[in-house]
């Protein structure tokens, strides 16, 4: 896994690996899922995506709901078939969430309490005894029924309530909160300054390649400047100069502060996530390969 907050080089990083280790890439952006979003959120180049197989682009329209659900639904889709394939699986992005519940799971709890079936089924409870209510548990959810007592009505209510008002065990619930996908995890950085030139450098790029049409045609085919998808950095900023409220410098120049400030969410998020190698990758993208290659030899190579 190939982290790090924008404009690091993770793409040119995770593309060098991918051809070195013989895998596929797992795209984890947020914009990068949504077709015609292309210049705005950085998207690997079709060279690029000759180079190597890419998964979760393009794969939503942007009048479409797309949740980290959604994404961690179709990224294990992703890796069962990479590896299906005897490839190796590179997932790189810098959508915390979406990174977050593909390696940890949701760690939802199950539903709050509702008072009406809990209310009937302790009452059952009372009518028909602790050991009957257990046996009924053990119909529906058989992996709860053998961590709960059989006197132990108040769990047993509990678990009998959650697969009532949910069709979902409550062992599942919990399975899904443990659940935790094993991976090598690299972060890229590089000194702030560096960084902040990086950013700035790369939307002059994106505007130099024709990013104000892209957002025209967005809007031109419809889409609403509201959606979440038109939200993104860049998108709004440039919606909001064609509707003129901002000159084409002012947009762009907010651009790049909010882009700086969203890199440093970015670095507060990815700090929290435990067993990250962290790597300065200001030397550029082929020796940051390079230390990453390294880092998995030491590993025992995955």
């Not at 005894?129 to 769990?155: E, F, S, W």
Request: hydrophobic share 40%.
């Amino acid at each position: 896994m190939i982290l790090g907050p924008t404009a690091t080089g993770k793409t040119a990083v995770g593309i060098l690996l991918a051809e070195a280790l013989d895998g596929e890439i797992i795209s984890a952006d947020s914009g990068a899922v949504y077709r015609g979003l292309d210049i705005g959120t950085a998207k690997p180049t079709p060279e690029e995506q000759q180079r190597v197989r890419f998964h979760l682009i393009d794969v939503a329209d942007p009048d479409e709901v797309f949740t980290a659900s959604r994404f961690r639904e179709l990224a294990l889709e992703a890796i069962e078939s990479i590896r299906a394939r005897g490839k190796r699986v590179l997932i790189v992005g810098g959508t915390g969430l979406y990174l977050r519940v593909l390696l940890h799971g949701f760690s939802l709890a199950p539903p709050p309490a509702s008072p009406e079936i809990r209310e009937r089924l302790m009452a059952e409870c009372k009518t028909l005894g602790t050991h009957a209510m257990h046996a009924r548990l053990k119909q529906v959810d058989p992996v709860a029924a053998t961590r709960i007592h059989p006197n132990d009505a108040v769990r047993i209510v509990r678990a009998l309530e959650v697969y009532e008002a949910t069709g979902v065990p409550i062992s599942q619930w919990q399975r899904r909160a443990e659940s935790e996908l094993p991976s090598l995890k690299v972060g890229l950085t590089m000194p702030r300054q560096q960084l902040y030139a990086r950013i700035d450098a790369r939307v002059d790029q994106m505007m130099a390649q024709g990013f104000l049409q892209e957002v025209q045609n967005l809007l031109q085919k419809g889409y609403n400047k509201d959606l979440p998808a038109l939200k993104g950095l860049g998108y709004r900023h440039m919606i909001e100069y064609l509707e003129g409220r901002l000159s084409l410098e002012e947009a762009v120049r907010l651009w790049k502060r909010d882009t700086r400030r969203f890199a440093k969410r970015q670095m507060t998020w990815f700090r929290k996530e435990p067993g990250v190698h962290w790597l300065d990758a200001s030397a550029g993208a082929e020796k940051t390969a390079q230390h990453i290659l390294s880092l998995i030899e030491q590993q025992g190579g995955l």
